[in-house]
Structure formats: C-alpha cells, structure tokens
C-alpha cells in the first residue's frame, strides 16, 4: 500500500488513500492521548 502511493503520487487515487491514512493516524493519536498509556506496542 506505501508503495502504491509512492509510485502514484499525483494520482487522484492515491491522494484519497493519503488523506484516510491521515485521518487514521490522527485517531490513533488522539485516543493514545485520552488513554495515556504509550507502549511500544
């Protein structure tokens, strides 16, 4: 998945893909905040 979005950078698809995994990232951090127990797992 990481390197289809490398290989299509400037592909509409892969913009989209860019964005939802932004989003995920930005959940998984807020609830890492609110639970505030960082692990390495």
Known sequence: MI???I???NS???QSENEDLIK???L???AAKIDENY???
């Open 7 to 9: 290989k299509n950078k």
């Open 12 to 14: 509409e698809k892969a």
């Open 24 to 26: 995920i990232v930005a």
């Open 39 to 41: 692990s390495e797992k």
């Open 3 to 5: 390197f289809n979005l």
């Open 28 to 30: 998984l951090i807020h």
